[in-house]
């Protein structure tokens, strides 16, 4: 079972969250990345946190938007959300490798998350920047079925995501539509 919480979401001197205290039950973080919510060092202090109490990191990569905390959807080009998504990533991993940790997973956060389920070039710019930087790497998405198979991203592999747990699909395509919630992942080549 994987218990997951979202986290580093505290900003300059204002703190959000017991990241401390909720590391020391769940088995996986979605760590903010700054552009919704977070900064360096509170990201760099919650990768440390994580890797000393052996807490998979996640980056929770959002749209730039500290003042809505990522809430407000954005219009934005393929390339623009590209960037931005890419950016998010690299200096979230940036921290983890740091401190010792690593970077296993990619959960969009807020807007994003639910704006990607209908649209189709916001979801395949969010899954080539991830397939970009690593194509390994695994990406929660609430029933973006569209990030599973696209033009941009044709052999993309899901495995259902149920409540706190995730069972991994080793074929490709698996998406079921009753399904609320999908990983999805590019295959390493």
């Not at 980056?59 to 959807?73: E, I, K, T």
Request: hydrophobic content about 40%; proline content about 4%.
């Amino acid at each position: 079972m994987d218990l997951n919480a979202d986290s580093g979401e505290s900003f300059g001197s204002w703190t959000m969250g017991n990241d401390a205290s909720m590391f020391r039950i769940v088995s996986s973080a979605n760590v903010a990345c700054g552009f919704h919510a977070g900064d360096p060092v509170t990201m760099l202090d919650s990768c440390r946190a994580a890797f000393e109490l052996d807490v998979r990191v996640g980056a929770h990569v959002g749209y730039r938007d500290l003042h809505g905390f990522g809430r407000r959807s954005m219009d934005m080009s393929f390339d623009e959300l590209f960037g931005d998504v890419l950016y998010q990533l690299g200096a979230l991993d940036g921290m983890a490798h740091a401190v010792g940790a690593s970077v296993d997973y990619v959960k969009p956060h807020g807007a994003l998350y639910n704006r990607i389920v209908n649209d189709v070039e916001q979801a395949e710019a969010v899954v080539a920047a991830i397939h970009a930087y690593d194509p390994g790497y695994p990406s929660l998405a609430c029933r973006a079925r569209r990030c599973c198979a696209s033009p941009r991203n044709p052999a993309t592999r899901c495995s259902a995501r149920r409540s706190w747990t995730a069972a991994t699909c080793r074929t490709e395509r698996w998406c079921r539509a009753r399904r609320k919630a999908r990983w999805c992942t590019t295959p390493a080549r």
